[in-house]
């Protein structure tokens, strides 16, 4: 067999060292531009598991790797004259040049040919070869020689970094926040052998044109990072080696394989500085490839194998550098936060570490960091233990008059049961179980304002007297029996109603039985949906007054609070998004028109509603679809919410079009709420596949939301909070009735969280000092 590879990056490297081991009879050949130890960059970087993983397949390489690597377990974090260190991490790191070294002797011991000044234009002369890798990196001429077939999305980001290095030696990976006179620099470094660090600089586009970089050369655009990091650098210079400032191209291929081809490391996928994979995905790639040379009968169905199997991977590790990447892009939005939080923002920044991850490694930091959250609740004019915090979740919570006792919501959610609008037994039980369970504020399904106002035939209202006699029973239950606060959610459903019940096919028409639809424009939902009607002023006029009369009937129930729904593509966010709203008069085109509606209703609704009494609005923050709502845009909204006087915006997102992709995953809307509390400076509740406790923890800990709502979690388990009050040893409210249960659940859940986390101990990944213990022992004979 005879196998290919253009590009002698790790990626090429250890494809060939690992193809070789698997068939030492094959001819395999690496081409590379450079010389063997021209190298650009300085060091590079692997946790733990990646090693572990390297170990697995090529143990004298990993034995070596890991002699050469300086290892460190701490992430410091430096703000604001701060310095937050965050043990347990398990990283190291080693010079790329020594990688590359390593790599090389390797392949060449097995007897894998390399050549070097070698720059390929074409891939011609390798017609006879079996196999033709392409690891040609990030400006992959081969990728850009087959464009069509690879389809390569280069998404280039806003930033500017630049890769220097230094002297310094450093005793953890060290992020530096600096304030400048310019705006704010970001540095991450870390040490990857004795006497060298690695920094990576990091800034915005108008912090950048601001400091003068543009137009300086490597030196002198070195020696200006000098003059803003010299406090912490001191004597030691800054090295450069290639060190010009770019953007970082985010790459995704859509195909990876080409006949007898495929597109290895950067070529085909890049992962930002910022999580430090770009050499790990490399590697893996390699391991991958092989693998499935291993496992499949022949090499096309080993290339289909390795792009199937290996793709989910890639996606996920990219999706992570996605969300930390965009989380420094941004970082001007947590400036202001208290050192702690900011510092506990960036460990948390890609979803990987929690709050109760962070509790296992350490646990003085989250303490720091519960009181520092009790600290801001105390401020609020809360008596709070501040020495001693319970975790986020069960920290109180006020809005107007209305106290919450906890941060957990039920999110509302329809349940297609009433009869007529009038909610029975189903929903006593429903709402009223979920209140015993421990909630700290329920929210209502979307309750209509009129009989067509009405999803669906099951949907709940309170338009007549029998509604408003049906909910005070089941509010007064709430209030009797639990501390859960109730918010009543009003809505119109546009052009989405005279629809199935959600088991009868979601968004579908009804087929008997409809009524006539309206929206701000007469566009259906799906094709074959009913034509709304577009409405006119006389028509909006009447709905306002539903709406009023609702809030009216809401406040004689005894709702706590009231939230107007203006999201997924409902009446109200039918105005506001672009592609849903094509009106020419005043309540079309731009946003400040687009919002008038949807603000007079509110406003009309306010002023009927008790001032000692708060409202939220539930807006979808992005419309998933070109040309509509963006997070951006969400901003804009919140704001022109809040100077009308909302006190909690409630982020959704989507389902305003039907042809919308929204990006799906764990906590996948807390991003937007992120973004609208911390730039539009509102109070939000964040919503959306957040399914445990540590998360809610996680996202209020880090100032990315002030209440956390869950919907489908709380279906199926009522007493989610009563749960997790148990867990984290937060006393809360719980009816005699039920008090041997409580009793039994804070007591066995003590043992419980022991045996856990003894368990997370000891699946630990393999630390420093085992690592260096091990790479310490004769090399082993292969
Ligand atoms: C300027 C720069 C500095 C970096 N510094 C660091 C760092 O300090 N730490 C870190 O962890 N990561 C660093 N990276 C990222 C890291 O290098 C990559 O993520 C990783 O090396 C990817 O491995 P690879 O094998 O896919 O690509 P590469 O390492 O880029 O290897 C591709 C190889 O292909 C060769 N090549 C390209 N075209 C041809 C051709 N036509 N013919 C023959 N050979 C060809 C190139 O010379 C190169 O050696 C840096 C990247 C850049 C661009
Ligand atoms: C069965 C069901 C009904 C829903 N009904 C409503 C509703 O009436 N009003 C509303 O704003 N959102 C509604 N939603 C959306 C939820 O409030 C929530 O935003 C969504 O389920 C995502 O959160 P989760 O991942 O915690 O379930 C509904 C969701 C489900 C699953």
């Known amino acids: 067999m005879k196998i290919a590879i253009i590009g002698g990056g790790p990626a090429g490297l250890y494809a060939a060292i690992l193809l070789k081991k698997q068939r030492p009879s094959a001819d395999i050949a690496v081409y590379e531009r450079n010389r063997a130890d021209d190298t650009f960059g300085f060091g590079v970087v692997f946790s733990d598991a990646t090693l572990d993983n390297f170990e697995k397949h090529d ?20 703000f604001r004259g701060t310095v937050h260190r965050v043990g347990g991490n398990g990283f190291c790191g080693c010079s790329r040049r020594t990688l590359l070294r390593i790599l090389q002797e390797r392949a060449r011991e097995l007897g894998v040919t390399l050549q070097f000044e070698v720059d390929l234009e074409d891939e011609s002369q390798f017609a006879d070869a079996d196999l033709l890798i392409l690891s040609d990196g990030i400006n992959s001429r ?3 020689k087959y464009v069509d077939h690879f389809q390569p999305e280069v998404d280039l980001r806003a930033n500017k970094f630049a890769w ?20 704010p620099f970001i540095a991450h470094a870390y040490q990857y052998e004795a006497g060298h660090s690695t920094w990576i600089f990091e800034t915005d586009p108008e ?6 970089l543009t137009g300086l050369d490597e030196r002198q655009s070195a020696d200006r990072m000098k003059e803003i990091f010299g406090w912490f650098l001191g004597d030691h210079p800054l090295l450069i080696n ?3 400032w770019r953007n970082f191209p985010m790459i995704r291929n859509k195909r990876w394989v080409k006949d007898n081809m495929v597109l290895l490391g950067d070529a085909k996928s890049t992962a930002h500085f910022s999580i430090g994979s770009g050499t790990k995905l490399a590697m893996e790639d390699a391991i991958a490839l092989a693998d499935a040379m291993q496992r499949a009968p022949n090499i096309p169905a080993a290339l289909d194998l390795y792009e199937h199997g290996r793709r989910e991977e890639v996606e996920k590790t990219q999706h992570a550098a996605d969300v930390s990447l965009v989380w420094f892009e941004h970082v001007d939005r947590f400036w202001d936060f208290d050192p702690v939080q900011f510092a506990f923002g960036v460990m948390t920044r890609s979803k990987a570490i929690t709050y109760d991850n962070l509790t296992l490694r350490a646990p003085d930091f989250v303490a720091e960091v519960d009181k520092a959250f009790a600290r801001q609740v105390r401020a609020k004019g809360f008596d709070v233990d501040v020495e001693k ?24 959610m329809c349940m297609y049961s009433a009869d007529e609008g009038v909610p029975g037994d189903f929903h006593l039980v429903h709402y009223g179980s979920r209140a015993i369970g421990g909630a700290g504020l329920l929210f209502t399904e979307m309750t209509c304002v009129s009989r067509d106002a009405r999803i669906t035939p099951g949907c709940a209202g309170l338009w007549n007297d029998a509604q408003e006699a049906a909910w005070t029973r089941i509010v007064d239950f709430v209030h009797a029996n639990s501390k859960a606060k109730f918010a009543l959610q009003l809505g119109h459903a546009g052009r989405k109603g005279a629809t199935k019940l959600m088991w009868d096919g979601i968004d579908q028409p009804l087929e008997q039985g409809g009524w006539d639809v309206v929206s701000a424009s007469p566009l259906p939902y799906f094709p ?6 577009e409405l006119d002023r006389a028509a909006m006029d009447a709905i306002k007054a539903d709406f009023v009369a609702a809030a009216e009937r ?15 593509g409902y009446l109200l966010a039918s105005f506001i998004s672009p592609l849903t709203n094509k009106r020419t008069d005043g309540y079309g085109g731009a946003l400040e028109n687009r919002l008038r509606f949807p603000l007079e209703v509110f406003a009309a609704m306010r002023a009927a509603w008790p001032a000692h009494k708060p409202m939220s609005v539930r807006i979808s923050a992005t419309d998933w679809a070109d040309g509509g709502v963006t997070g951006d845009v969400a901003v804009l909204i919140a704001r022109a919410f809040g100077e009308a006087g909302v006190d909690l915006v409630d982020v959704s997102t989507g389902q305003t079009v039907c042809e919308a992709k929204p990006i799906y995953g764990r906590m996948f809307q807390t991003p937007f709420s992120d973004q609208v509390r911390n730039e539009a400076d509102v109070a939000t509740m964040c919503v959306g596949n957040i399914t445990s406790a540590d998360q809610v923890n996680t996202i209020l800990a880090a100032g990315r939301a002030d209440l956390v709502a869950l919907g489908r979690p709380h279906l199926v388990d009522p007493a989610f909070t009563m749960k997790a009050a148990a867990w984290y040893g937060a006393d809360t409210f719980c009816p005699p009735q039920y008090l041997p249960g409580k009793e039994q659940i804070f007591r066995n859940s003590v043992r419980d969280r022991q045996d856990f986390e003894e368990l997370k101990i000891k699946a630990k990944p393999k630390t420093r000092a085992e690592l260096t213990a091990e790479a310490a022992k004769p090399l082993a004979a292969e």
């Open 528 to 533: 074959d949906s009913q034509v709304p009607r």
């Open 242 to 244: 290639r060190s010009m």
């Open 142 to 144: 081969f990728r850009q």
């Open 389 to 412: 915090p319970v975790a986020p979740m069960f920290q109180p919570f006020k809005l107007r008059e209305m106290t919450v006792t906890n941060r957990a919501v039920l999110s509302p």
């Open 207 to 212: 912090t950048f044109e601001r400091a003068g």
């Open 164 to 183: 220097m290095g230094s002297t310094k030696p450093l005793d953890a990976f060290t992020f530096i926040f600096q304030e400048t006179e310019w705006g």
């Open 59 to 78: 143990l004298p390489s990993y034995q070596r790797i890991t002699q050469e690597f300086a290892y460190w377990d701490d992430i410091a974090v430096h």
């Open 554 to 568: 809401g406040n004689r129930c005894g709702f706590d609070m009231l939230e107007l729904h203006c999201a997924h």
